[in-house]
């Protein structure tokens, strides 16, 4: 197993762990998904959502890029929104930042870095937006913190912009899209207060 062995004991480890409390998890796991929750979080490896809300495996359906951007240009996000909303029919859409994400600090320093570029430019789209909010702030961490929040925000607009969204609420489907952030520092989540329960609100965000 060469360099994986950490992955492979610890993985035995957990299945052992788990089995011990619930002999029947997997086999009842393996027989269907019906998480509560869809998670849009960051590709950190510091920010692990399963972890950080000691949710257990299908508890959470997840996925996770640079900077939790929400491109509706993406076809692998919004096909990850479409089977969760529509299919699924999850409860919860969250989308959660952190502190300290490096993604928004390489949109804010601007540098050329390549491909990331235009991944960046989704972010770098939130400063031109809130560019004032942002340099009002009096030092470089606070800048960067407030860029943190504002980024979830306009996030969580564009996933309450998805189609499926928009359409799940027009068949009054039950579903909240809520923002979160996330600090490294203290390990805990912080509510943005930013909970969308409709189109309307939706539409009332953007104010
Ligand atoms: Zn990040």
Request: charged fraction near 25%.
């Amino acid at each position: 197993m060469g360099k994986l062995s950490t992955v492979f004991d610890q993985n035995q480890k957990w299945a052992d762990n788990i089995k011990e409390k619930q002999p029947d998890f997997f086999k009842e796991s393996a027989k269907g998904q019906s998480p509560n929750y869809l998670w849009i979080g960051c590709a950190d490896s510091r920010v692990p959502p399963a972890q950080l809300t000691g949710l257990g495996p299908g508890d959470l359906f997840v996925h996770r890029n640079i900077a939790n951007v929400v491109p509706h240009s993406d076809i692998n996000i919004q096909s990850v929104v479409q089977y969760a909303v529509s299919v699924l029919k999850v409860r919860h859409v969250v989308v959660c930042g952190h502190y300290g994400c490096g993604g928004v600090t390489a949109a804010y320093e601007d540098n050329n870095l390549g491909l990331i570029d235009n991944w960046l430019a989704n972010i770098e789209d939130v400063y031109r937006t809130h560019q004032d909010e942002i340099e009002g702030r009096p030092s470089e961490e606070e800048k960067l913190n407030r860029f943190c929040e504002l980024n979830v925000r306009e996030q969580v607009k564009k996933m309450c912009h998805s189609p499926f969204v928009q359409q799940a609420w027009k068949q009054g489907q039950a579903l909240s899209v809520h923002g979160l952030i996330y600090d490294l520092e203290t390990g805990l989540l912080n509510d943005l207060d930013i909970r969308i329960d409709s189109a309307e609100e939706a539409a009332n965000l953007e104010s």
